[in-house]
């Protein structure tokens, strides 16, 4: 057995210790292997997490651009085992998102994180089918996404299908929210995620 085929029937390994409080807040998509329900064609793509008052789960919103209009989606997010040390939640979205009555659930597992700074994180799934590289800022070091993308593969990953996230200046005000945002989409993106658009 080749290593690449030994390390995708071994569990993926997780950071220990994340500071949920010191995790929330704004990160930036610079690259993913990314799910359905994802626009192929967005850019600017971020989350923003909030961690709640019982400081277990957190509040979560996606957001990404779509031919210069916004399409979010919110959930929530909690530690499969809170007495565990292991970085593995699960995350849970209602869907369709202009109708939420359907939970979706999914992993949201921290594979690797700057635990001095909290500036960069990789974040996959023990399917191996989604990956997803985040950062603090719009951009991330060469050095640093290399370095990623090589965990990624000794953890099991098909680096070939990680797409980079293109990041337009100018697009996605620092505050920007559903309430004050008339060009919202949320429908149109959740119908395209069922065929592949």
């Not at 030994?6 to 807040?25: F, H, I, P, T």
């Not at 989606?73 to 007495?83: L, Q």
């Not at 996404?145 to 996605?172: F, M, P, R, W």
């Amino acid at each position: 057995m080749g290593s690449e085929a030994a390390a995708a029937v071994k569990e993926l390994s997780v950071v220990n210790g994340v500071d949920l409080e010191r995790y929330q807040g704004r990160w930036y998509e610079i690259a993913s292997v990314p799910s359905k329900s994802q626009p192929k064609s967005g850019t600017n793509s971020r989350a923003t997490y909030t961690l709640k008052a019982d400081k277990s789960s957190v509040e979560v919103l996606n957001e990404t651009w779509v031919n210069g209009k916004r399409s979010f989606i919110r959930g929530s997010a909690w530690k499969v085992d809170p007495s565990s040390p292991d970085a593995k939640l699960k995350v849970r979205f209602l869907v369709p998102p202009f109708l939420p009555v359907i939970p979706v659930t999914g992993d949201y597992w921290v594979m690797a994180l700057d635990l001095q700074d909290y500036q960069w994180a990789l974040v996959g799934q023990p399917s191996r089918k989604c990956l997803w590289i985040l950062s603090r800022t719009p951009e991330l070091s060469d050095d640093v996404y290399k370095e990623l993308v090589e965990q990624a593969k000794n953890e099991g990953y098909d680096v070939s299908k990680i797409h980079k996230t293109t990041h337009v200046e100018g697009i996605g005000g620092e505050d920007t929210d559903d309430k004050n945002t008339p060009s919202d989409r949320v429908g149109l993106w959740w119908l395209k995620s069922l065929v592949g658009k």
